[in-house]
């Protein structure tokens, strides 16, 4: 039997009068592969930027968030602990977030800092065996050769692919990419898809995948998750998502203004 990694349960988030999330609620099991669908604006990155803790519910919302069945999140306040269960969650962003002018090397090493004594993190110093496992991440990504090159050189795709790296190094269980491919050509983004699919399946690591393209979801996720307007209008097989559904979830996108 395998046990819950993440389950949200009444996640609602307003900002001022607008509703960005309301009531979410869904379970992911430990080496699930999820997309995160929905319209621009329906709550996407608000939602996992809950799950690792860089925003907070709603006070007296009932909202709870439990990460690798340890409770996070309640009522719109960080519990206790919930800082060492984030750091075994990775988070891959739409604009990669590298440091541009260190090289790709260090910044997979960087992905180490969060678990580092804190002395340590701020000496920056790394050992011999974890510049090993570095490049063993680079090599992952199909970047060997690159190591000692700035960052800023690389490509898009290329720049994905060192942040994917760097969430190897940091060793996370689960995985968190907030449109991850939205950025990049299709080539590039085959590229960075197959490689998130390679270690969910190779390496057992979960992943929760937010796409602007439902195609890249079907193609690559069994189950996926749509949001609309903050609420949960979809969650189950990505098969499920008939066109049908798929015109419903994208028309009338928009947020009712007060
Ligand atoms: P998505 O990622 O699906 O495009 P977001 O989660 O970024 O959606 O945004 C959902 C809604 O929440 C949008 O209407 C956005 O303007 C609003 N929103 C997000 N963050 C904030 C914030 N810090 N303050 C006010 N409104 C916000
Ligand atoms: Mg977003």
């Known amino acids: 039997m395998s046990i819950t990694r993440i389950a949200v349960e009444r996640l609602s988030k307003s900002f001022g009068q607008i509703h960005v999330l309301s009531e979410v609620g ?35 919302s009932g909202s709870r968030v439990h990460l690798m069945d340890r409770e996070v999140q309640r009522d719109g306040r960080l519990l206790r602990g919930s800082r060492a269960q984030r750091c075994r969650c990775g988070y891959i962003f739409q604009q990669f977030n590298l440091v541009g002018r260190l090289s790709v090397l260090t910044n997979v090493l960087i992905g180490r800092l969060g678990s580092m004594p804190r002395w340590r993190a701020l000496l920056g110093r790394f050992s011999e065996e974890e510049r090993i496992r570095a490049r063993q991440a680079l090599a992952r990504v199909g970047l060997a050769e690159l190591a000692e090159q700035r960052a800023n050189t690389l490509s898009g795709g290329q720049m994905q692919r060192v942040a994917i790296a760097r969430v190897l190094m940091q060793d996370a269980e689960v995985i968190f990419a907030d449109e991850p491919i939205a950025s990049l050509d299709p080539r590039s983004a085959r590229e960075v898809m197959d490689i998130l699919q390679r270690i969910n399946l190779e390496d057992g690591r979960t992943v929760l995948v937010s796409l602007h393209q439902v195609d890249y979801a079907r193609r690559y996720c069994s189950r996926a998750i749509a949001l609309k307007r903050g609420h949960l209008y979809y969650d189950g097989p990505t098969e499920g998502l008939t066109e049908a559904r798929l015109q419903a979830l994208y028309e009338n996108a928009g947020f009712d203004e007060p």
């Open 26 to 60: 869904f379970e992911i099991e430990a080496g699930e592969m999820v997309a995160l669908i929905g319209p621009s604006g329906s709550g996407k990155s608000t939602l996992l930027r809950h799950l690792v803790g860089l925003t907070s519910a709603n006070r007296h």
